[in-house]
């Protein structure tokens, strides 16, 4: 039995004025994915368990088979194991975003204009040049988006995520650790203001110590990998001893090659892998944007170019299972994500199910099933 898991990360929305009172997911023309609802089982997933955050770390650890309530313990954490970056128990990782505060005290930019990871690696280095030492380290990651190192007393700080304060008065961290945290973000405009970038100092949040997950292998007894080109759901994988697959043309914006990541998940589940999950991005991109027709144009490319031959090539190999949901919700009218519970489909090429159809409305009536239990429910344990 081979498996797959389809993530199109924040797809869920809600009705729309401009389709007419109709979400993305029943304007978007999804023949394959509409036959696949048709002879299979959906339902309405619990990807964001009660009182946790809307983010795609929690959505995905869920998804992954693992309870957030258990596991998670910051965003931080799973972005250094993107890194490569294991974390002793006396170490803390706190996410460290290159940003732009205006002389007003408010949030210009929480990615700080956006500089190449080139350029910002240079600023990050002078950071740990100036300011490293003594249990703190800095350490590049992507564009504005860097980890730091912490000793463990930096754990209790209450830290607002700066696209949280876009255009509005910063919150400063509050909390017995919030003057070291301060202190350091303080005493980073000196370094970061003398750069060219438009950032002016770093700001610090989403820490945690690393989580202790068991491998994907020894909890499900089976060998999994994973397509993605975001840091949080490859640190993910790497936390849980998932084989994270690089795929040449995967991006996380809208141009990514979805055929791509199809036919690597049917390479290696072809090459001895029992589960492939594929998780792209672009929808959540889209509802972040705002843009109705670009979140359409995604679920189209979905069907298109990942179902519609994910399908035979699955056939080809053998019997399969399947499961498809997004990590949570990115409503195009809010431009962010909520906790709201998402429809999920799960089919089986030899059995079929009671059928239904994939969207919002479709599984209004479900009751939600907590999101990390889909895994199991998948692979029948
Ligand atoms: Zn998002």
Not at 232 to 243: H, N, P
Not at 348 to 355: A, H, I, L, R, T
Request: charged share 20%; aromatic share 6%; proline share 7%.
């Amino acid at each position: 039995m081979k498996y797959v898991v389809c993530v199109p990360d924040g797809c869920a929305d809600e009705p729309v004025d401009e389709l007419g009172g109709r979400t993305p997911l029943e304007v978007a023309a999804t023949p394959v994915l509409d036959a696949l609802a048709a002879r299979g089982e959906v339902g309405r997933a619990a990807v964001i368990p009660d009182g946790m955050p809307p983010g795609s770390d929690v959505g995905n650890m869920a998804i992954f088979g693992y309870d957030p309530a258990t596991f998670h313990t910051g965003r931080a954490p799973i972005e250094a194991a993107a890194l490569g970056l294991k974390l002793r128990p006396d170490q803390l990782a706190y996410r460290c975003n290159l940003v732009t505060v205006g002389a007003d005290g408010t949030m210009v930019d929480f990615a700080g204009g956006h500089p190449s990871s080139e350029d910002a690696h240079v600023v990050i280095a002078a950071l740990q040049e100036e300011l490293g030492g003594d249990g703190i380290e800095f350490h590049p990651g992507v564009e504005y988006r860097h980890i730091l190192v912490t000793p463990a007393d930096w754990a209790d700080a209450d830290c607002t995520p700066p696209h949280d304060l876009s255009d509005k008065p910063v919150i400063w961290p509050s909390g017995p650790a919030a003057p070291k945290v301060q202190q350091l973000m303080d005493a980073s405009r000196a370094v970061v203001g003398a750069s060219n970038l438009a950032a002016n100092q770093v700001w610090l949040w989403g820490q945690g110590f690393q989580p202790q997950m068991p491998s994907f292998s020894s909890l499900y007894g089976i060998d999994a990998a994973l397509s993605s080109a975001v840091d949080l759901v490859r640190g993910l994988g790497v936390l849980t001893d998932i084989e994270v697959v690089d795929v040449e043309g995967m991006s996380a914006g809208y141009d990514t090659d979805y055929a791509a990541q199809r036919e690597c998940a049917l390479d290696t589940l072809g090459d001895g892998a029992d589960l492939f999950i594929i998780h792209i991005e672009a929808t959540d991109e889209a509802g972040h944007a705002g843009d109705v027709a670009e979140k359409v144009r995604a679920l189209e490319n979905w069907d298109r170019e990942v179902l519609a031959d994910l399908v035979p090539g699955l056939d080809a190999l053998g019997d399969w299972r399947l499961l498809l949901l997004p990590d949570h919700a990115t409503p195009l009218r809010l431009k962010t994500h909520t906790a709201d519970p998402v429809p999920y489909l799960l089919v089986d090429s030899k059995v079929d199910g009671p059928g239904g159809v994939y969207s919002e409305v479709g599984v209004a009536g479900h009751e939600a099933r907590p999101g990390h239990t889909l895994m199991a429910r998948l692979l029948g344990a």
